[in-house]
């Protein structure tokens, strides 16, 4: 089934999306870049604020940062379900288990990959973050100018990659300024979740405040896809209070 994950700068945003069937609120800076570390104590809010309604998971930010470390360390100390981190090069496969182990259990790694770097083969990260300890993998774009994740990489190479990532036990994520129509085009591979914040923002600016009537136009038009696909749940059929059983 796949869900909806919705990045979100603070709690107002998060209240916003609480009223949708948005089933994970993600916590990050985009002033910052794709992978902006989240403000710890918006993280913090936010996590008091869903109650367990929603899964909540924060931005620590991208390898080559500095104080990812520390802020991978700080973020999972804050009740989140997980934590984020970024990578855009194949010599930092060599850093997964530092990254894991800084974060601290029960709360859950994420390896965000970044599909525009012409170095990056998606494959080649599955074997090594389930080896890490990671509980999922996600594609993103690091460069928001450079278009969606369909100018990077198309259905067949990521309907692969779900396969291969589902195959290691994995959850896998979808994400890269998708919009309406590249959300669609990448439904049919399947992926446990779609990530978004530019199509949920006032005139697709993702550094600009959260629309709920935007956001709630692209929900609708997910789920009407999601119901031509026969094998798929629509998000209709689920039940919103359980949101993190929201699926399309």
Not at 90 to 111: K, N
Not at 140 to 163: E, I, N, Y
Not at 204 to 230: D, F, M, W
Request: proline content about 6%.
């Amino acid at each position: 089934m796949t869900r909806i994950l919705g990045s979100v700068r603070n709690p107002q945003e998060a209240e916003l999306l609480l009223q949708t069937s948005v089933a994970i609120l993600d916590l990050k800076d985009p002033a910052r870049g794709a992978l902006g570390a989240a403000d710890p104590v918006a993280v913090c809010q936010v996590v008091d604020q869903v109650q367990g309604r929603r899964h909540v998971s924060a931005a620590a930010g991208s390898a080559d940062d500095g104080d990812v470390l520390e802020q991978a360390r700080r973020l999972s100390l804050e009740g989140v379900d997980f934590v984020k981190i970024g990578f855009s090069r194949p010599s930092q496969q060599a850093l997964l288990p530092e990254f894991r182990a800084a974060i601290t259990a029960p709360v859950q790694a994420v390896a965000v990959l970044f599909a525009d770097s012409p170095e990056i083969d998606p494959m080649q990260w599955v074997g090594p973050a389930r080896m890490a300890g990671f509980a999922g993998l996600m594609l993103d774009t690091a460069d928001k100018h450079s278009g969606s994740l369909d100018q990077h990489m198309d259905l067949a190479q990521a309907a692969d990659w779900v396969r291969a990532t589902r195959e290691s036990g994995l959850l896998c994520g979808l994400a890269g300024r998708l919009d309406a129509e590249s959300a669609r085009y990448f439904l049919s591979a399947r992926p446990d979740y779609l990530g978004f914040r530019s199509a949920l923002c006032n005139r697709s600016i993702r550094t600009g405040p959260i629309c709920l009537e935007t956001t709630l136009r692209l929900l609708e038009t997910l789920r009407e896809s999601s119901a031509e696909l026969p094998d798929l749940p629509t998000m209709i059929d689920m039940r919103p209070a359980l949101a993190p059983d929201n699926a399309l």
